[in-house]
Nanobody
Framework: EVQLVESGGGLVQAGGSLRLSCAAS????????IGWFRQAPGKEREGVSW????????YYTDSVKGRFTISSDNAKKMVYLQMNSLKPEDTAVYYC?????????????????????????RGQGTQVTVSS
């Protein structure tokens, strides 16, 4: 059974940091691109950051560039999202999702599969709340 489980969310003040984790099981981790998505109240879900576990390439949406860093540990089948300089507008439920694309760079997967619902496997989310 494939599972993606997010953790690390919480309440933080503006300017603070959080590190989200996505634990994967049941997949050949290196064959997947993992994406982080978020959905704020009343808004559509949006992609935030992606990492290709095959070649290590990454991609970020403009609103988080320079503040968020995605990384992965293939041995542990974990993907992390380090979020610094958090803003109230970062408040959302954060989800991770996995797409089977062996050898594809992250930017290509983002282009082919921009939407969370299109991904092969999807987590249940973790809440991030940033207070002003």
């Amino acid at each position: 059974e494939v599972q993606l489980v997010e953790s690390g969310g919480g309440l933080v003040q503006a300017g603070g940091s959080l590190r989200l984790s996505c634990a994967a099981s049941g997949i050949t981790f290196a064959d997947y691109t993992i994406g982080w998505f978020r959905q704020a109240p009343g808004k559509e879900r949006e992609g935030v950051s992606w990492i290709s576990n095959g070649d290590g390439s990454t991609y970020y949406t403009d609103s988080v560039k320079g503040r968020f860093t995605i990384s992965s540990d293939n041995a542990k089948k974990m993907v992390y999202l380090q979020m610094n300089s958090l803003k109230p507008e970062d408040t959302a439920v954060y989800y991770c999702a996995a797409e089977f694309k062996p050898g594809y760079p992250a930017i290509v997967v983002v282009t082919l599969k921009p939407d969370f619902d299109e991904y092969d496997y999807r987590g249940q989310g973790t809440q991030v709340t940033v207070s002003s």
